[in-house]
Each structure stands twice: as structure tokens, then as C-alpha cells.
């Protein structure tokens, strides 16, 4: 186990405690509590592996403070998605030394991911409400937002400074840059919120067009739904008897068998349906226009090559920031990572500047 691993057992524990800290709920902060003993032992048990001395086990790691800080202005509920991707790191990074090891593999190799859920699951004081919210945190929240900002930004800033070095290459004027890149920024977010807002839209009609389906044949055919959810409940290998006894009296009741047939048969997560679609569209135009706008606004002050360099060095700055935040869920290195990020944006925008240069040498 190398010590990059230890690392990230050790961020794995600090980051749990912060949820334990910052839980309402007692028995979920305990779960939480637990977590973070159980990183620790981690932790403790790799570092006498590779004969490290135990006393000087490392703090937090930078990363690892960065996420507690960004749970505090946003909120923590976002920290327990990093975790569970920090998990499936942890089970990845296990299972490819062991196939370069020639080892046999191990059940607790990729255990580790559901530990949490496990010990949610068989604490008696956790509450269903609390199982679910816990639930639908994992599932819907992790650090998907904070992804999604990244991401939107990343594609506003790659797209508009390619644009803007493009045009800036075929024309020394500066109206005609700042023209096109107001352009390019409005037409790239109005399409990414479009795009957004009729995937949500689209997403949200299927369901409930399949919701209605299904109570439509369940008013029309209940005796075929009740088999239905029998073959369902066979098929996760509860007792044939069992299973018919269980539909029966599930189907007595239409609203309650509509709600079971939608999450078993369909696997729609009603929760998933809220969503709202404007919200969506107004949040991925609002990203795309912050990277967007970075490469612009030197051509409001300035033109020529002060404009352009000044841009470069803006937009260079603002992808190095943007590489070295994916750091944050994939815990590389920030300047592999940000450094990457500034090579492919550089090299994009120089080919469209390249190719502006020769149609407008070609033009006059």
C-alpha cells in the first residue's frame, strides 16, 4: 500500500468526522462517527504495513481541508458523494495492485463501498426518514453540482477563448472581437440552457407518461400487475408462496400498488421527477456565461495583441483553476491536473487563432 493511499484514508476519516459534527441527527452522526474510526484503522493498519512510523502519520491533506471549507459556505450534504467516489477509488486502486501482484482477490476489496450503507441498515435507533434522506443525499446530491459548475464553466471559458482567438486572428479590430465573443458567449449559454431545459423536460414527460401507463393497466388489468409484482419479488428470491401472498395485499390498495410498480417495475424514482426544468436551464446558462466571459472582457478595455495576451494569460489563469478544481474528485495531483487543462485549452484556441490568421491573411 503506497502512501498516496494512506492519504486518502486519512482524508476519508477527517472528512466523516466534519459530517459527524454537522449532523442534525444524532444517530446518523453517530454512523458518520464510526466511519471515521474505521478510516482511521485503515489508515493506522497501512501505514505498520509499509513499516511507516506511525507517530508521524500525516494531516489532512490540503484537498481534503478545501472540501470542510466548501461544505461550509454550500452546505455538507454534497461531501458524502465525494466520499462514496473516494470509496470506489480506494476498491479500484486495491484491485489493480492486486492483478499487477499476481494476488488473489479479496470479498473486501470492494466491501469497503458499502460499509456505510451496511451499518445505516442495521442501526436500530436510524429512522426510515433518515435511512431515505441519507438515500437520496448519496444518490442525487454528491458532488455532482460542484461537477456540473466545473464543467459548465470549463466549456464556456474552452469554447468562447477559441472563438475570440479565432476572430482576433482574421481582424485586428477590436469591436469585432468583442462582437463575437458577447456572441459566441450568448448563443453557447442560451444553447447549453435550452439543451438542459429540454432534457429535464423530456426526461420528466417519459416518466410520467410511463407512470400513467402503468395505472392505466393497472386499472385495467389488476390481476395481471399483482402477478407482475409477485415475478418482481420471485425474482429477488422471496418464496413463490410468499411473493403471491405479499402482492395480493399490495395491489388491495391502488395508489400504494401504483407507487411499487413504478419504483420495481419501472425504476422510477419519483424524487428524481422534481426537479425544476427553468431552474436547470437558468443554472447551466448562468455556468457557461462565468467561463465565457473570461476571455472577453480584456477586449473591452484594450485591443491588438495587448487584448490577446492579456486574454491568453486570463483564460490560461482560469483553466489552471478549473483543471486543479477536478482535483477535487479525482485526487490527481492539482498541477497535472491544471496544467493539463491549460495545454488542451491553449492549443484548441491557438489552431482556431492559426486558422483566423490565414483566412484573414487570405481575405485581404
Given at each position: 500500500?503506497?502512501?498516496?493511499?494512506?492519504?486518502?484514508?486519512?482524508?476519508?476519516?477527517?472528512?466523516?468526522?466534519?459530517?459527524?459534527?454537522?449532523?442534525?441527527?444524532?444517530?446518523?452522526?453517530?454512523?458518520?462517527?464510526?466511519?471515521?474510526?474505521?478510516?482511521?484503522?485503515?489508515?493506522?493498519?497501512?501505514?505498520?504495513?509499509?513499516?511507516?512510523?506511525?507517530?508521524?502519520?500525516?494531516?489532512?491533506?490540503?484537498?481534503?481541508?478545501?472540501?470542510?471549507?466548501?461544505?461550509?459556505?454550500?452546505g455538507y450534504?454534497?461531501?458524502?458523494?465525494?466520499?462514496?467516489?473516494?470509496?470506489?477509488?480506494?476498491?479500484?486502486?486495491?484491485?489493480?495492485?492486486?492483478?499487477?501482484?499476481?494476488?488473489?482477490?479479496?470479498?473486501?476489496?470492494?466491501?469497503?463501498?458499502?460499509?456505510?450503507?451496511?451499518?445505516?441498515?442495521?442501526?436500530?435507533?436510524?429512522?426510515?426518514?433518515?435511512?431515505?434522506?441519507?438515500?437520496?443525499?448519496?444518490?442525487?446530491?454528491?458532488?455532482?453540482?460542484?461537477?456540473?459548475?466545473?464543467?459548465?464553466?470549463?466549456?464556456?471559458?474552452?469554447?468562447?477563448?477559441?472563438?475570440?482567438?479565432?476572430?482576433?486572428?482574421?481582424?485586428?479590430?477590436?469591436?469585432?472581437?468583442?462582437?463575437?465573443?458577447?456572441?459566441?458567449?450568448?448563443?453557447?449559454?442560451?444553447?447549453?440552457?435550452?439543451?438542459?431545459?429540454?432534457?429535464?423536460k423530456s426526461?420528466?414527460?417519459?416518466?410520467?407518461?410511463?407512470?400513467?401507463?402503468?395505472?392505466?393497466?393497472?386499472?385495467?388489468?389488476?390481476?395481471?400487475?399483482?402477478?407482475?409484482?409477485?415475478?418482481?419479488?420471485?425474482?429477488?428470491?422471496?418464496?413463490?408462496?410468499?411473493?403471491?401472498?405479499?402482492?395480493?395485499?399490495?395491489?388491495?390498495?391502488?395508489?400504494?400498488?401504483?407507487?411499487?410498480?413504478?419504483?420495481?417495475?419501472?425504476?422510477?424514482?419519483?424524487?428524481?421527477?422534481?426537479?425544476?426544468?427553468?431552474?436547470?436551464?437558468?443554472?447551466?446558462?448562468?455556468?457557461?456565461?462565468?467561463?465565457?466571459?473570461?476571455?472577453?472582457?480584456?477586449?473591452?478595455?484594450?485591443?491588438?495583441?495587448?487584448?490577446?495576451?492579456?486574454?491568453?494569460?486570463?483564460?490560461?489563469?482560469?483553466?489552471?483553476?478549473?483543471?486543479?478544481?477536478?482535483?477535487?474528485?479525482?485526487?490527481k495531483s492539482?498541477?497535472?491536473?491544471?496544467?493539463?487543462?491549460?495545454?488542451?485549452?491553449?492549443?484548441?484556441?491557438?489552431?482556431?487563432?492559426?486558422?483566423?490568421?490565414?483566412?484573414?491573411?487570405?481575405?485581404?
Amino acid at each position: 500500500m503506497n502512501f498516496k493511499n494512506i492519504q486518502t484514508e486519512i482524508d476519508a476519516s477527517f472528512l466523516y468526522k466534519v459530517l459527524s459534527e454537522n449532523e442534525d441527527d444524532p444517530n446518523v452522526a453517530e454512523v458518520f462517527r464510526k466511519m471515521s474510526e474505521i478510516e482511521q484503522s485503515h489508515a493506522l493498519a497501512f501505514m505498520k504495513k509499509g513499516n511507516f512510523d506511525i507517530s508521524l502519520m500525516p494531516p489532512p491533506s490540503g484537498r481534503a481541508r478545501i472540501l470542510k471549507t466548501i461544505g461550509k459556505i454550500f452546505g455538507y450534504n454534497y461531501l458524502l458523494g465525494v466520499l462514496l467516489d473516494t470509496e470506489k477509488s480506494i476498491s479500484s486502486s486495491i484491485i489493480s495492485a492486486r492483478k499487477k501482484g499476481s494476488s488473489a482477490p479479496s470479498l473486501s476489496d470492494t466491501a469497503h463501498v458499502s460499509i456505510l450503507t451496511n451499518i445505516l441498515n442495521t442501526t436500530p435507533k436510524v429512522s426510515g426518514a433518515s435511512r431515505a434522506r441519507f438515500e437520496k443525499r448519496h444518490r442525487s446530491v454528491g458532488g455532482n453540482a460542484l461537477r456540473a459548475a466545473v464543467l459548465g464553466g470549463n466549456d464556456g471559458l474552452v469554447s468562447n477563448f477559441s472563438l475570440v482567438m479565432g476572430i482576433a486572428g482574421a481582424t485586428s479590430g477590436q469591436q469585432g472581437v468583442l462582437l463575437a465573443g458577447l456572441a459566441g458567449l450568448l448563443a453557447g449559454a442560451l444553447s447549453m440552457a435550452l439543451g438542459e431545459w429540454i432534457s429535464v423536460k423530456s426526461s420528466q414527460e417519459l416518466s410520467e407518461n410511463q407512470m400513467q401507463l402503468e395505472m392505466d393497466e393497472l386499472e385495467s388489468n389488476p390481476e395481471g400487475e399483482e402477478l407482475e409484482l409477485a415475478l418482481i419479488y420471485q425474482s429477488k428470491g422471496i418464496p413463490e408462496e410468499q411473493a403471491l401472498r405479499m402482492a395480493k395485499e399490495i395491489i388491495s390498495d391502488k395508489d400504494h400498488a401504483h407507487a411499487i410498480l413504478v419504483k420495481e417495475e419501472l425504476g422510477i424514482n419519483v424524487d428524481d421527477m422534481k426537479g425544476s426544468a427553468i431552474e436547470a436551464a437558468i443554472t447551466s446558462f448562468m455556468l457557461f456565461a462565468v467561463g465565457a466571459i473570461i476571455p472577453v472582457i480584456p477586449f473591452f478595455f484594450t485591443s491588438g495583441m495587448k487584448a490577446i495576451l492579456i486574454s491568453t494569460i486570463s483564460s490560461a489563469l482560469g483553466l489552471f483553476l478549473i483543471g486543479s478544481s477536478i482535483t477535487l474528485f479525482t485526487g490527481k495531483s492539482v498541477w497535472y491536473s491544471g496544467f493539463r487543462q491549460v495545454i488542451f485549452g491553449l492549443a484548441a484556441a491557438a489552431i482556431t487563432f492559426g486558422i483566423g490568421r490565414l483566412i484573414g491573411v487570405s481575405v485581404s
